[in-house]
């Protein structure tokens, strides 16, 4: 049996097959990371020296994906279809929102061993 979907994967899988049109963001660039792999990688970060895990960590996905990307991954890993999804720019907003927020994992990369997988594997 699969895994439940997070509340915003859900949304976009049940309004795709429910025929209802969803509009996503091509421009807003985030750092996905499949929850088995963040689960590891605390698993290592809390298996260090106080002193060594101390301060910020960045525990992120290997590819940075646009919320489109990520929807049209969902829509194919749950077999509908993603012609329901509209592409748009969250630039031609009247307020303006943040559009890269993606995070550098150099830090976990040095010093963790378990490296994330890219988040279509969870699916693939």
């Known amino acids: 049996e699969a895994d439940p979907l ?20 091509t421009d807003e660039i985030r750092g996905p990371i499949r929850a ?5 990688q605390l698993w290592d970060l809390v298996a260090l020296p106080r ?6 960590w960045h525990l992120v996905g290997p590819e940075p994906l646009s919320r489109h990307e990520l ?3 969902l829509a194919a890993a749950h077999g ?10 969250s ?22 061993p378990t490296r994330p997988r890219p988040v279509g594997t969870l699916w693939g």
């Not at 997070?6 to 996503?24: F, H, N």
């Not at 088995?36 to 590891?40: E, G, K, M, P, S």
């Open 91 to 112: 630039r031609d907003l009247p307020d303006p929102r943040p559009r890269d927020l993606t995070l550098t994992d150099a830090r976990a990369a040095a010093a963790l």
């Open 51 to 56: 002193a060594e895990r101390a301060g910020p």
């Open 6 to 25: 997070d509340p915003r994967s859900a949304w976009v899988v049940d309004a795709l097959r429910a025929g209802e049109p969803i509009t996503l963001f």
């Open 71 to 73: 929807g049209v991954l």
């Open 80 to 89: 509908v279809d993603p012609a329901g999804i509209t592409a748009a720019q």
């Open 36 to 40: 088995d792999d963040l689960a590891r």
